[in-house]
């Protein structure tokens, strides 16, 4: 097994064990044997914001996507649904049960979980929208492999991220908006569109590299550097927008940390900018 095959970097060697467990309490053994033996535990969403090293991952990685993690249930507007359901099938279900508020989620290619664990959203008009504002409450692990439900009130939300990295996140209930399915579908397609225009999805690539400074675009910043286009082995600069990492033929993991580490080397010259990694490095 190679994690090539479940990122959509597509870039990725071997994890120390990849494991797919049927339901919560294998999870739990296998969380338990592999702290027990002082290994690293990483959960693999949809594989869509990380660059694992092509040497292997010193870990045990888990992916929930067995049924059981992969529920989805309503109550009125509230919306129950495991860690592993990819956001698209979340989003298919609001159209259908007519529950708005979580359209701006189109075309992110995550899990429930991992979009939770980053607080993955959008930056739209300076206003940033993102799926921590649409939570109520949080099933997770704890450290000490305990179930835990956690409120609202002790979950804590930032510009992608928040404190439910360090958990193994199980499911999530969120409370939406009802309104005519038409609606939601129609603003599913608007928000779909934007991103189709802005964004380079031809060739593998995990999304962002980069987060936004305060108040500008790292993409725009990337772009003034006259870096689009770019290429450091199989790996270039998105001419579309230049915040993406293209993997356009058989690009290493060094390829994108050369090629990155070129890109904050030229903005910090240039603009006196730092930026810093949204994508998580695995190795
Ligand atoms: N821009 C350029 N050149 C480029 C790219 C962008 O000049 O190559 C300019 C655009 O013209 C625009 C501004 O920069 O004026 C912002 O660009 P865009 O609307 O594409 O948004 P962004 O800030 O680059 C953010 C999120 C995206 C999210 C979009 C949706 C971050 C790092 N990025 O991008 O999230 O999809 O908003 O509105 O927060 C991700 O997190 O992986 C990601 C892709």
């Given at each position: ?23 919560i309490s294998r ?31 010193d870990a045990v ?223």
């Open positions: 097994m190679l994690l090539k095959d479940f990122t959509t970097f597509k870039i990725g060697g071997p994890a120390k064990s990849f494991l797919r467990p049927a339901d999870l739990r053994r296998v969380i338990k044997n592999s702290r027990e033996r002082g290994e690293k535990v990483l959960v693999l969403g949809a594989g869509s914001n990380i660059l694992a090293d092509d040497r292997g991952v990685v888990i992916k929930l996507d067995a049924k059981c993690f992969q529920g989805i249930n309503n109550y009125g507007e509230i919306v129950e649904v495991g860690a592993g359901k990819p956001l698209s099938q979340l989003l298919a279900y609001c159209v259908q049960k007519g529950l708005s508020g979580a359209e701006f989620l189109a075309g992110i290619p995550g899990t429930v979980g991992g979009a939770l664990a980053m607080n993955a959203g959008i930056s739209l008009n300076k206003r940033k929208l993102a799926i921590g504002d649409l939570v109520e409450r949080v099933l997770v692990l704890d450290y000490n492999n305990n179930l835990k439900v956690l409120e609202r009130a002790k979950l804590k939300f930032g510009y992608r991220q928040s404190n439910l990295a360090k958990y193994v996140i199980l499911g999530a209930s969120f409370k939406l908006f009802p309104r005519e399915p038409g609606f939601v579908k129609s603003k599913l397609s608007e928000y779909l569109s934007l991103r189709k225009a802005a964004q380079d999805w031809a060739w593998p690539n995990a999304g962002c590299v980069f987060k936004n400074p305060e108040n500008d675009s790292a993409g725009r910043l990337i772009d003034s550097c006259g870096l689009k286009g770019r290429r450091i082995g199989g790996a270039q600069v998105s001419r579309k927008h230049a915040n993406f990492i293209l993997n356009v033929e058989h690009a290493s993991s060094r390829d994108v940390l050369v090629l990155m580490r070129e890109i904050k080397k030229t903005v910090k010259i240039k603009h006196k900018i730092i930026l810093k990694t949204e994508i998580k490095i695995w190795k």
